[in-house]
């Protein structure tokens, strides 16, 4: 099969989400808008109609009688979408990938909590769900939930294959490792770099990569272990990059940051 790489995406979004959150540096929540972008993909297998990406969906929609996380109503939009815009896109031949922090308390930043109730509504809508944790994702003593989903693949460290595609996945970020979803520096990359060794089509990490010399934030030290395996396609959140197009590192690797975003590919 061909590497799969990301051949356009569209600047501009198809359509926007909007949620409540509570913004960096704010102490109330406001209303933020949530983009959905659209690209293609070159190297998708014939059984993969659609590859739906999304990370940091830290939000909620207000209900009738309860706030509803972002990551629910995603699921909605993108089931409306197919039928307006891409009837020729199959629900039950699209792999959906989530890069985490999938929950939210509008009322309070940084809060963690159990985002089941959105893994519950992916794994219901599409053929095949598979994904990773935030730092905020704390499923607690209820992490067998998610790891029984019928159609999902819930990665802590490891790899999964799926329509022929390795998808390898690494939950968490650098950090105190009593803290939740966090490794130290070293256990970081060390299981980064045995990931790339299985020459995975994908990658899902919640760390973003740094690219210094663009003033893209993330993880230095993630981007030399990227630089050095093989070429694959990234996905990654955490940290914010402003723009919609894939970076490029010096051995070929595309990195996507879908921190705040969601992305529709088909094939290119």
């Known amino acids: 099969m061909t590497r799969l790489q990301i051949a356009s995406v569209c600047p501009t979004p198809l359509e926007a989400i909007s949620y409540w959150t509570t913004a960096p540096n704010e102490t109330e929540p406001s209303e933020q808008q949530l983009p959905i972008y659209t690209g293609t993909i070159r190297g998708l297998p014939e059984t993969v109609s659609a590859l739906v990406v999304a990370s940091d969906l830290q939000g909620v929609v207000p209900a009738e009688d ?21 009837p020729g896109l199959a629900k039950e031949r699209t792999l959906a990938l989530l890069c985490g922090d999938l929950y939210t308390n509008k009322a309070r930043r940084g809060a963690s909590g159990n985002p089941i109730s959105v893994w ?9 769900t598979i994904g990773i944790a935030g730092n905020h994702d704390d499923f607690g003593p209820a992490i067998h939930q998610v790891q029984a989903l019928n159609k ?4 802590t460290q490891g790899m999964v294959h799926q329509h022929g595609l390795a998808v390898a996945g690494i939950s968490g970020i650098i950090g105190r490792p009593d803290k939740n979803f966090r490794l130290p520096e070293a256990a970081y990359l060390r ?8 020459q995975p089509d994908i990658l899902l990490t919640h ?3 740094a690219i210094a010399e663009k003033g893209l934030q993330g993880e230095e030290q993630l981007t030399a272990v990227l630089t050095k395996g093989d070429p694959t396609l990234v996905f990654c959140g955490h940290s914010h990059w402003p723009g919609t197009q894939p970076e490029i590192l010096a051995n070929g690797t595309q990195v996507l940051n879908v921190d705040s975003k969601v992305f529709l590919f088909s094939q290119a």
Do not use: H, I, T
């Open 152 to 155: 999902a693949s819930f990665l």
């Open 66 to 86: 309860e706030d509803v996380l972002l990551g629910e109503v995603v699921v909605d939009y993108l089931e409306l979408l197919y039928a307006l815009y891409f």
């Open 207 to 209: 760390l973003s990569p």
């Open 120 to 128: 519950n509504k992916f794994n219901a809508a599409f053929g095949r």
């Open 191 to 198: 299981a980064v770099a045995a990931l790339l060794q299985g």
